[in-house]
């Protein structure tokens, strides 16, 4: 028998972000709600998009090219829907220069659009002043922690390079992955469910 009340249940303190790349029918429009740019260098590899893992990356060893991403995250213009949002490193590079600008991406309106509406076509992204006195920002969602999750990595095998490296990046600690996936009482690996939809917890 189902269970029937009359009150809603109280609001989850889990907030989901998902990950959204530009549409190839409509152009995209948000306000940028973290400070600085993440980048990482990626693979398609085993059918999904994986993070680079450096020297013990196997989707290098077996040769598969790399390709540079860029994330932020993001308020919609409109639905309010707080997101992370990924693009190419030459797409990226409006964000780039609004930072020799200004000292933060925080409030940056973007226009994101692909001119030949086609869905692997080329990104161009517009960045202009907004009134931030219309509207309040959320605080930034953690972009490595969420992109752990759509990675299917455990959240504590993310860091982020220090400020004076040549690279700002995401990178892999595999021992701490291997540790992960294992379990040292038996040896055998660990089952993951894995996330269809694409979204962070």
Wanted: with cysteine; proline share 10%; net charge positive.
């Amino acid at each position: 028998m189902p269970h029937w009340t009359h009150d809603l249940p109280a609001e989850s303190k889990k907030i989901a972000f998902s990950l959204r790349r530009t549409p190839p029918d409509r152009p995209l429009k948000a306000l940028v709600t973290t400070e600085n740019l993440l980048v990482c260098t990626t693979h398609w590899w085993t059918g999904r998009t994986v993070p680079c893992e450096a020297d013990e990356c196997e989707a290098c060893k077996a040769g598969a090219p790399g390709r540079t991403h860029a994330y932020i995250a993001a308020l919609e213009h409109g639905t309010r829907e707080h997101f992370i949002f990924e693009c190419t490193a030459k797409a990226a590079a409006p964000f780039a220069l609004w930072l020799e600008a200004y000292p933060t991406l925080r409030g940056c309106y973007f226009l994101a659009l692909r001119p030949k509406r086609r869905r692997n076509a080329a990104v161009e992204i517009t960045c202009k002043p907004f009134d931030l006195s219309t509207v309040t920002l959320p605080p930034p969602p953690d972009i490595p922690a969420a992109m752990a999750l759509i990675w299917q990595l455990p959240g504590t095998s993310i860091c982020i390079a220090q400020p004076g490296d040549e690279v700002e990046e995401i990178t892999t600690r595999n021992r701490v992955i291997d540790q992960m996936r294992f379990n040292p009482a038996d040896g055998k690996p660990k089952t993951t469910s894995r996330r269809s939809n694409g979204a962070a917890q």
